[in-house]
Structures are given as C-alpha cells and as structure tokens.
C-alpha cells in the first residue's frame, strides 16, 4: 500500500468530515498518549511523514541530489545564453568549488534536520503510546533518521546529533558532534534496530519502506566510506553487510539496465530501498525539467514547462566504452524528435544536443547530453511518478567487489573482477568483461561512474577515491582546497544556534 496515498486520503477524509457537520472550533493543547492510536490500522497514516519527508530531503530543489552531482566531475549546470542559470553564480561555485557559508546550495541542511525533528516526534509518541506498538514501526523510523543522519554528517561533516522530542525545553540547543561521532552513532542505532525490521522482500505493502536488507544497504554504503569519516576501514564490515543482502535472495539484477528506472517500476527486484513519488500525490522529482530544453516538451507532448539547465560534463560523456548502452541509456544527445517521429525544429534547425560546453560562464542553450536515465514519458507532467531507486542490488555488487579489493586478501581482486563483470553484462553485447590486469582503483571509479551516472553517488565515490579536490576537468575546473569534501554548515545555522561551529576552512 502507498503510505502517502493513505496518509493524504486520510487528513482529506478528516477535513471533508469536519468541514462540512462541525463549524464550532474547538482547540486541544494535548492529546493523551492512549487516544493518538485506537487500533493498529492508525499507525501507519501516523508514520507516512517520517518517510514523505525523504523525497523533500534527498530530491527537491537543491536537496542532496544537486550536491551529490553537480559538483562533480559528471554534471554541469552553465550559464546559458549569457544569463539563464546564473542563479547568483551558485552553480559556477558547485562546479568550481568555491561555494561559501552565503553562496552554495544548503537547503538540504535545513530540510534534513526538518525530518529529523518529524521523525523525532513520531519516535517519541510511538514509544510513550499506551497502546502496545509493534518495534518493528519503531525501527523503521529510527532507521530512517539514521539515513538522514548519515547523509547530512557525510555533506556538513560536524553537526548536531539530538533523538529527544517531549523531554527536551523549548529552548534546547542541541550540542555539535563531530562527524565520527555522528558516524558511530548512526552505526549504533541502525545495529541496535535491524533486527527489529521485516525481513520481507522490500515489495507489495513493503515498497518504500525500511526493511532489514534496505538497512543493512545503509550499513554497507558507511562502511564502504568509514576510513573518510574516521580514519579507520572497515572493508569487513561492508563486505559482511553485502553478503546478508546477496544471500537472502530477495534481489536480483534487471535484465535490462533501465528497468530500475522505468516510469512504472513498483516492485522491481532491483531495489533494495526505494523512495517512492507520485505526479499528483507525491511531488519533488523534476530530474526532466533540470536537464531537458522547453523544446523538448515536443518529444512527450508534457504539460509543463523544460527549464534546460544541467547537462553531462563532456568528458565524462566520451569517458564510456564503446558499445556500453549506458551512455544512451542515460544521456539524451543528438537530432530530437516529436512524439511522431517528426524533428523538432528551433531557429529554423533542428534540435540537436551535442557533447560539448563553451564554459561554465557562457554556454550554448542546446550544449550538452541531458540527463534521461529516469524514463521520461508521454503527457508527462511537473513530477514525476518515477519511484527511485535509492540502493539497488547493482549497488550491492559493486561495493563488495571495493571492498574485496581494498582488503586485498588472497583471491579478492578475482573475485572482485567477478562482481564487476556480473554488473557489465547487460551493458554490452556481446559481453566484455574485465580481467584482473585491468582492475585498478581508477578502473573501479569508472566502473561505478558508468553504472550510477545521475542516481547522487559521485560526489562521496570521487571523494572516496581522492579525485574529488584534485582532479581537473571540464569545463575550467581545476583543483581544490581539501576542505571541499565538506560543505559550509549554513550561515542561518550558525546564527541560530551559537553552539555551532563552521566546518574548517569556511570562516
């Protein structure tokens, strides 16, 4: 069952009831823990926000997908035209790494601890309800805040860590922890939960929710990252966490690599955690409107406006392999065409998107491959109904075959090469597959970069592989500062909580 649908028709239902038979108004400060639920049927419209919330987080507009992408080496967003995107320079300072506390895109910070505060309370009435909860609703919203907790300490580095709710004064501020700290906490919390959660396949009244092989994705992927986070490896670890996923047999990979990705894709047996969205019920994925040109609107007859702004940096899009379909699989170039097959038409030639970027100041408006992993479909409209595959098993495969690897025990690079190799199957035809000589740490950063192109994951990968503030590449990016892994907490935080202080090199 769709927990947002359930949620929506819910408060719909209340408003309709009231609204129309009871125009006395009547105001209640408290509701006693014993009348929020009156039967198990209510919980899960109560705990519908604590997931809702992570479509706001990880996908609006300058969320954690447009952090994680654009300020890699895979993703642009120019200035068009000589004006359009400017955007008060924002995206030049992504690109080029010279955001500040004032200028970079923070809205994931606020909106992040936003869900956590929301999932804080839901913790808080669910644990002190007199009627008896069942633990596995409990784990699933404390496994989601570690999520979230996760994601902002692997953006902003040293930030608050608060579970509390009910207890706490009106004017607590919560105390800054360092990120290891966040991280061991984060760890804590998912171990001390996973038990508690469904080992059902993550499908039917599963989808996008937190079942125990979604948390044990979690646990691989800060594993997989521990040694940045804390100077320590855990190459084990994520290897063990991957393993309980690859043994369930609940996954498998798609035989066709947009599978995953297809507007109607519920249920898919790729996705391990799922965050899911609705064009009507369920916004904030415009991934569409970001990337393609308003004359692209002909292609799928849309309902609404192409804003033609990100496109794949050129490099990036050349660096594929011959005969890998994951370049086109993901990437729209070339002629364009209606939805009759008819080219579309601008200034008297048609529509054409080409590899190329004059610079990140001044580019051409039909400059640069458009991001078209996620299925763009006919009559489509501002959001998508695409759900997203936030892990999937491919994900899995490829961070075991890393970790196999860095551990680098006897047989672990062959057997990393067979990880990898299962990944590249379906990517050509006929299949080539890699040797151990070929296997290098840059060959595994490209691997990954190939698959995961435009899903939020190249920003920690390049950062992983120490590329991320040392590596130039087009257009006119060139090194870093090493303090660029991190973002500036944002100057409204500080200024609302003293007890905070800015991450090293942003004062």
Known sequence: MNLYKIALILLLSVGLNFSCTNLEEKVFNEISG??????EADILPFIAPGYSQLRQTFYEWASWWMMSEYCSDEIVVPVRGGWAWYDDGVFIALHKHTWTKELGE????????????????????????EMSIPEQLIAEMKTVRALTYYHLTDNFGNIPYITGFSELSKDTLPNQHTRPEVINLVLNEINSNIGSLSSSAPTGEYWGRMTQWGAYAILADIYLNHEVYTGTPKWEECINACDKIIQSGNFKLDDD??????ASNENDAEHIFTIPFDENFAGWLGIHQLSLSNASKATYDAQCSFWGGCMAIPS???????????RDATWISGPQFDSSGKPIMV?????????SCGTVENSGYYDGARVGKFEYYSKIKSQMKNDMPFYRYADVLMMKAEALYRRGAAGD????VELINQVRARAFEPDQPITESQLTPERILAERGWEFAAEGCRR???????????????PSHEPSNDY???FPLPQSALSANPKLKQNPGYN
């Open 316 to 326: 990036f899009f050349s660096s594929y392999e011959n005969g890998d379909i994951r």
């Open 413 to 416: 690079k062959a057997k990393a």
């Open 484 to 486: 660029c892994v991190i």
């Open 106 to 129: 923070s809205e994931m910070y606020g909106l992040g601890n936003d869900a956590i505060t929301n999932l804080n309370r839901i913790v808080d009435v669910l644990e002190k309800s």
């Open 347 to 355: 200034d008297g030639d048609t529509l054409r998107y080409t590899n």
């Open 257 to 262: 690599f947009k599978s995953p990705f297809k």
């Open 34 to 39: 014993d009348k929020v639920f009156q039967s």
């Open 460 to 474: 920690q990968d390049q950062i992983r592989f120490g590329t991320f503030t040392t590596k130039a590449w087009d």
